[in-house]
């Protein structure tokens, strides 16, 4: 167990209770100087926190004895009075017992070093915090209860016996092994790869519902696209005029459509610029554009598509025809809008709701949220790749021990014990 450290747990800002979080050895101590005597494991009791004779406060407090605390150490919480003098004055005698304020995230750290959780599910207990949306606090909480980490802890077992019959053969040559054992252990990891590849496909849509997604409008000058974000934002965040070249710099909102946050980028109109401003606004479309999850393109009913949002056209872009009120010029596949009536508004909200939902929706039980998962989970594939090759052995073995190492960096544990249960374990060979 390392040194006390306490931290406020409850949110920043003035609130009727603050909740003062400790842990690590000698907090047992702590809690019995503050409260006279240590209260009973476990349950809420009112004390009178005392330091040096003078009274602190009234306050909840909670002994939670390890190794069954969140932290896997001694633990405490004190339910305060939420005044920030209140706060100054317990901290002061804290530190004077020697405790310390806790780095970020040094809670969980502690917990994962000593074994209470895996790396996915710490990650997941973050982003829990920083959920904003319904979307985003499934996703986190499904992490946090452990759905990655089931699908590396199943993963990882298949792999362990695969090495294990790999590593036998070379230990035991001359026994009486199957002779196909290279093909079958080559088939068996050929199946991993393939469901470890099939998780990899899923167009990174957990990291996207994790840090947003991008929509950009564009489309020619005047055919209504800052109108369109204002409409469909509900404020008046763009400046629109009939004048065409009003739009330079890009003009941000965030949104969140079907649980997923989402940063929808009003655009400079695409045409051959007057000016060098207009010029580089253009510029700055096109780069808007190419880095967007999503293309809205934008044109008018009132005239011909232009050539240059028409060039933008793809199976993936959402085709708007506004200005429904002025003309009826048929472009193939167009939701039909008016910015100015509110015409089709709906629909084009709920085609936005979709294709967020689509790109950015919550995927499987088990999703990689984070490039590091990805990162893991493509070197273990590549190690795999490597197994038909391998000719001997011990290279053979290697490339199963290397998958099996890229594919724990996901948990953060390399179970080296297990591996060698398995192989002295599984095997008994009475030698
Ligand atoms: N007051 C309070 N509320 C809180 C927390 C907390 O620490 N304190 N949490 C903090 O994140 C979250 C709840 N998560 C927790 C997870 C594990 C343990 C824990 O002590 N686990 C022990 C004992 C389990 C039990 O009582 O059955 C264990 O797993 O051994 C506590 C909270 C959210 N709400
Ligand atoms: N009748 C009608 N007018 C519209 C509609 N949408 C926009 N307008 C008008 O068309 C003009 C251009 O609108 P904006 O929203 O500024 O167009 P834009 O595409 O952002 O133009 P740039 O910023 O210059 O590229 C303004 O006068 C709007 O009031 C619509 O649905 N119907
Ligand atoms: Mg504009």
């Known amino acids: 167990m390392s040194g006390p450290i306490f931290a406020l747990a409850s949110g920043a800002g003035r609130a009727a209770v603050a909740l003062l979080r400790l842990s690590g050895a000698g907090v047992e101590e702590l809690v019995a100087v503050l409260c006279g005597a240590l209260p009973e494991p476990r349950r809420a009791s009112l004390r009178r926190l005392t330091h040096e004779g003078v009274v602190l406060d009234r306050a909840l407090v909670l002994w939670l004895p390890g190794p069954g605390s969140y932290t896997g150490e001694d633990s405490a919480e004190l339910h305060l009075h939420g005044g920030p003098a209140v706060l100054a004055a317990v901290t002061e005698a804290l530190v004077a017992l020697g405790a310390r304020p806790a780095e970020p995230g040094e809670f969980t750290r502690r917990a994962f070093l000593n074994g209470r959780m895996d790396l996915t599910a710490a990650e997941g207990i973050a982003d829990l915090i920083a959920a904003e949306t319904e979307a985003q606090r499934r996703q986190a909480l499904r992490q946090a209860e452990g759905g990655l980490a089931a699908r590396h802890a199943e993963w990882a077992a298949r792999l362990t016996r695969l090495l294990a019959r790999q590593e036998a053969f070379i230990e035991f040559e001359e026994e009486d092994l199957p002779t196909d054992l290279d093909v079958q252990v080559s088939l068996a990891a050929g199946v991993l790869r393939e469901e470890m590849a099939a998780l990899l496909a899923d167009g990174g849509r957990a990291e996207k519902l994790r840090d947003g997604l991008a929509i950009a409008i564009l489309g020619a000058p005047n055919a209504g696209k800052s109108s369109l974000l204002n409409a469909l934002s509900g404020r008046d965040a763009a400046i629109v005029s009939a004048r065409a070249g009003t739009t330079r710099d890009v003009v941000e909102v965030r949104l969140i459509l079907a649980g997923v946050p989402v940063t929808l980028a009003d655009t400079a109109g695409l045409r051959e610029a007057a000016d060098e401003i207009e010029a580089e606004g253009v510029r700055r479309a096109l780069a808007r554009a190419e880095a967007a999850d999503l293309r809205m393109l934008v044109f008018a009913a009132d005239a011909e598509p232009d050539a240059a949002t028409l060039s933008l056209l793809g199976p993936e872009a959402l085709v708007v025809a506004n200005k429904s009120d002025l003309g009826d010029v048929a472009i193939e596949g167009a ?88 192989i002295f374990g599984e095997f008994c060979i009475g030698k």
């Open 335 to 422: 939701i039909r809008v008016s910015a100015r009536t509110g015409e089709g508004l709906d629909e084009l909200r709920a085609r936005l709701e979709g294709a967020a939902a689509a790109r950015a929706g919550l995927g499987e039980e088990a999703a990689l949220t984070r490039p590091r998962h990805r990162a893991a989970l493509r070197d273990a594939v590549e190690w795999l790749d490597r197994l038909p090759l391998a000719g001997l052995p011990e290279l053979r073995a290697e490339a199963l021990r290397n998958a099996l190492r890229a594919l724990s960096r996901l948990t953060g544990r390399v179970d080296v014990e297990q591996v060698l249960d398995l």
